[in-house]
């Protein structure tokens, strides 16, 4: 994820484009730049190493000055953060151009661009775009013309800003799977990847659609769609105010960071899938090939984390067939684990930094040279990033409340797109298999919304758990590890002792716990095992227990005396129902712990980030 902004303004651009890039540091921060077409209508450029404000030092030593600009902050995929990947790249002094998001076939794009003459100064994949409109400038005239000619040829998801000396007073960009929108001003129109990054300038913003090219001036905006028909979009006008990381209008943190679960989770999507396919290169440049060879998994994870590695273990053997084994960090570092050949080791952690996790990355490395490693986190600058090498950032935003939700939900996207990305490199999964899924991944931003909508339900529910010092949590496949998580909510949250067991289980040992003063939490998604869970909650039902079931609409599971059923939505599948079931157990516990008068946001004895053994 990277941030982009820009605009055509009256005065110099470039106070407006450092301060923009700043708002949008949460998106990339290690590296950044900005292109200025100055007034004798010359590309002038300046580019830094790290965060904004060594970009901001540079510019006050070399006068930067123009009114038509574009500026980006990066987050690296392809090449490693250094000036000469950062943004904006420049195509043969005519073309400026920034980019956010992936081009897939960008090594089959250079070798004909190469073949050609072009010239690369990068590794990026960026600089495809600039010799492709380059190119298409010189046949159609105009830069409008040229993006649109150009982008036909790219593969991948991509957001772009384009400016050019041979058709100055104009911006031109093009959003197809990563975000982009327009500001409207008095004395110019404005570009970015985010409206916080403009709130300052201008309220009316214009949110571009799939497909569509737009061609900017100061005191003109023209949309084409796909089709490159003119359209008119509908300008809305903003209610944001600030952009901070303070609790807003919510009494928690906890409680924000669950509800920006639709941005969270539809964030971490971005640039890494289309509206039918994942991009395998999301994973980095060298995944296709290490995926495609990799005969075992293990993943390693402590806490919540390790819970989304549970849900890992069903999705990648379900999908991709390779054999996936799952471990917290602290036992496996300690003892002496067989390694095998052509395992991915993944390790999944909010922080980066949990140490048992960093060591089992550390001891593994040394057992078996022959290893890949992978990391999914939520930390760019941490030293699990360093220290794998394949990366997957999740783009939850920061997390503040100790109790993570919005990081976990967000892990199990990464891992969604993993499982798939695994199951494509080793040909197990049609085309049409992994549309479904994608459609899928791209309606949760919505499902969740819609789930999170249940929460005066969840407020009633929570009463329950008023006088009661014990829970049990049950689910059957994938659904035990959402129970897990369930329960450690509570526990965590509202020091009740809480358990978690696969349903099926029950019989054989737990269900001696079971009493009118031990409620029972079931998740019943409409899948293969309903059946099976029914007569789970059958047997537990004759043992005099309360019972709260968070069902599917149509796993109708039938009502009993002491039984609460909240139906929570419908059609879900094997990815999208552990995230969304998610849902209402960090609710329940967020409530039980209102009522149990703890401190939620940091509950007693925990830290957010485990740095010591
Ligand atoms: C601590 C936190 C948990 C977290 C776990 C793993 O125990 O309180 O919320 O799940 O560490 O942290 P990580 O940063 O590795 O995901």
């Given at each position: ?12 651009i ?8 700043k ?20 590309l002038?450029?300046v ?37 000469k ?17 992936i ?7 250079k ?18 775009i600039g ?17 649109q000619?150009?982008i036909?040829?790219f ?26 929108i ?7 129109n404005?570009i ?20 569509d ?20 979009r509908?300008?809305?006008?903003s ?38 396919k ?8 060298k995944?296709?090939?290490i995926?495609?060879?990799?005969k075992?998994?293990?993943?390693i ?14 999705w ?6 390779i ?13 002496n ?8 080791f ?5 922080s980066g ?27 760019s ?20 409340s ?22 494509k ?8 298999q ?5 459609n899928?991944l791209?309606?949760?931003?919505s499902?969740v ?27 059957r ?23 978690a ?7 054989h040992?737990p ?16 899948d293969?095992l ?8 059958q ?26 059923i909240l139906?929570?939505?419908?059609n879900?599948?094997?990815?999208t129902?552990?995230i ?6 960090q ?14 946001d ?10 010591v053994?």
């Open positions: 994820m990277c941030g982009i902004i820009g605009g055509i303004y009256q005065n110099n470039t106070p407006i484009l450092i301060d923009g890039l708002y949008l540091e949460y998106r990339g921060y290690d590296s950044a730049g900005l292109v200025v077409l100055t007034n004798d209508n010359v002038q450029r580019r830094a190493i790290g965060k904004v404000v060594n970009l901001e030092n540079n510019i006050n030593s070399e006068i930067i000055n123009g009114t038509i600009g574009i500026a980006h902050t990066r987050w690296a995929t392809h090449g490693k953060p250094s000036t990947n950062a943004h904006p790249h420049i195509c043969n002094d005519s073309i400026g151009v920034v980019h956010n998001g081009i897939e076939n960008f090594l089959e794009l070798a004909q661009q190469q073949a050609q003459n072009y010239i690369f100064t990068s590794d990026t994949d960026t600089e495809v010799h492709a409109i380059h190119q298409a400038l010189k046949k159609y005239g105009t830069l409008l013309k040229a993006v000619s150009a036909t040829t593969q991948g998801a991509y957001s772009l800003g384009v400016i050019s000396p041979q058709n100055p007073g104009h911006i031109v960009i093009a959003r197809s799977g990563s975000p982009l327009i500001g409207l001003g008095d004395n110019g404005f970015a990847s985010d409206q916080v990054a403009l709130i300052s300038i201008t309220k009316q913003f214009i949110f571009l659609e799939e497909g090219v737009a061609d900017i001036t100061k005191d003109s905006v023209i949309i084409f769609d796909k089709n490159n028909i003119k359209v008119e509908e300008i809305k006008i209610k944001l105010k600030n952009w901070q990381t303070s609790k807003g209008n919510y009494a928690h943190y906890m409680q924000k960071e669950i509800f920006e679960q639709p941005q969270a989770i539809s964030d971490t999507l971005e640039s890494r899938i289309t509206k039918d994942v991009l395998t290169l999301a994973f980095g440049h995944a296709e090939i995926f495609k060879k990799i075992h998994v293990q993943i994870a402590c806490g919540t984390s390790y819970n989304a590695g549970l849900v890992a273990k069903y990648i053997e379900d999908i991709a067939k054999p996936t084994h799952i471990e917290v960090s602290s036992e496996y570092r300690y003892r684990p067989i390694v095998l050949d052509n395992t991915l993944i390790t999944i952690s909010q930094e949990t140490a048992d996790t960093l060591e089992a990355l550390r001891v593994v490395k040394k057992i078996n040279k022959n290893i890949h490693s992978l990391t999914i986190c939520n930390n600058e941490s030293s699990l990033i360093r220290e794998s090498e394949l990366i997957f950032l999740t783009h939850a935003g920061p997390e503040i100790v109790a993570s939700t919005k990081a976990f939900t967000t892990q199990l996207v990464s891992l969604a797109l993993l499982s798939v990305t695994l199951g490199c080793q040909q197990q999964i049609s085309q049409t992994e549309k479904v899924i994608v899928g791209n309606h949760l931003p499902l919304a819609k789930a999170l909508e249940q929460e005066d339900q969840i407020i009633e529910l929570a009463n329950t758990f008023k006088d009661k010092f014990n829970a049990l949590f049950i689910g496949g994938s659904m035990h590890a959402i129970a897990m998580e369930g329960a450690l909510k509570l526990k965590e949250l509202s020091y009740i002792h809480a358990e067991y696969p349903a099926g289980e029950l019989k040992g269900i001696a716990l079971i009493d009118k003063n031990t409620p029972v939490i079931a998740v019943a998604p409409n293969e309903l059946d099976k869970l029914k007569s789970n909650l047997e537990v039902k004759s043992r005099g227990s309360q019972m709260i079931v968070f069902e599917e609409e149509s796993s109708k599971v039938t009502p009993m005396q002491d039984m609460n139906s929570i939505t419908n879900l599948g094997r990815i129902a552990p969304i079931f998610t849902i209402p157990l609710l329940l516990s967020y409530h039980v712990a209102l009522i149990k008068g703890t401190n939620v940091q509950p007693r004895n925990l830290a957010k980030s485990v740095t053994e």
